[in-house]
C-alpha cells in the first residue's frame, strides 16, 4: 500500500525537490497554444474565483479553465485521485491531510493558500452568546478537520475548555474538558448546517455554505474566527508528481495574482473571503 503524499511548496526550490522520482501523469489537454485544465471546486466562493479567472487572466497564460463544482466535500479528492480533475480548489489543509491519511491519497498542496472563510458562530434565536441558555444545543461539523476547527472557536468565545495537550485542529467533542453551559452538541454534514439552523439553538458553520445562505460572517453571526495565524487556508491540490507541470505552474501563479486578490477584496469586501497571500 502507497504511503499518502502531501507536500507544501514554499517556493521553487521546494517544487522541484518534492517533484524529484515523481512521475505524474497526463495533465489536461493541449489545442494549439492552449491548455485545458479541469479543476474542481466548491460553488462559492471558489468557483467564482476559478471564473473569474478563466474569464480575465487564463488566456493570457495560455490555459483555459474548465470548472467543475462539487457540494459533497468526499468528491473532489476522489475524481482528482481517480484522473478525472486535474487539480482541485475546495479544502484546506487539515481537511487535505485527514482526508489522504483515511483514503491513501497521494496530493500535493501548494503554499500559500489562497484564501480564507472565516467560520461563524450563527443563531436565529439568539442575539447574543450570553443569550444562550444552558443545554442550549450546537450544531457542528461531524467531519474531524472542521470539528476541530469549530471547538476551537467555541473555546475562544470562552463556551468550552479543550482538555490539555490536545490538538485543537483535531480536535473532537470527546475532547471539551469544560462545558459550563452544557452544551449539546448537534453533528452533521458540513452543507447541512445552515440548513438546520432553525433547528438549533446556534450552529458553527463553513464560510462557503453560509455564503450560500445568504448569511455574512461579519454580519450575521455571534462570533467569528480570526484570519490572523489562521491555518485554514483554501488551497490549490494536484496529484503528485504533477506539481512541476507547466500548466499547473501557470494556474498556481494566476490563483496568486493581484487581478485575483483584488477581485477577492473587492467582491467580498465584509471579509467573508480574505486574500491568504
Known sequence: MKTPFIAL???ASALLLAGCGATGSEVGTTEGDITTLTV???AVPHGQILEFIDENLAADAG???EIVTYDDYTMPNRALSDGDLDANYFQHMPYLQSE?????????AFEPGIHIEPFALYSEKHASIDELPDGAQIGINNDPANQGRALTLLQHEGLITLAD?????TATIHDVAENPKNLQFIEADAGML???LADTDASVINGNNAMEAGLSATKDSLAVESPEGNPYQNILVVRSGDETNEAIL????????EEVRD????????????PAF
Do not use: C, F, K, R
Not at 250 to 257: G, P, Q, R, V, Y
Open 9 to 11: 511548496a514554499a517556493g
Open 40 to 42: 474542481g471546486a466548491s
Open 63 to 65: 490555459l483555459d479553465l
Open 100 to 108: 489522504a491519511e483515511a483514503q491513501g491519497y497521494e496530493m500535493y
Open 165 to 169: 495537550g490536545v490538538d485543537p485542529v
Open 194 to 196: 445552515a440548513q438546520t
Open 250 to 257: 501557470a494556474l498556481n501563479d494566476l490563483t496568486h495574482s
Open 263 to 274: 477581485y477577492i477584496t473587492q467582491t467580498w469586501p465584509d471579509g467573508e473571503v480574505i
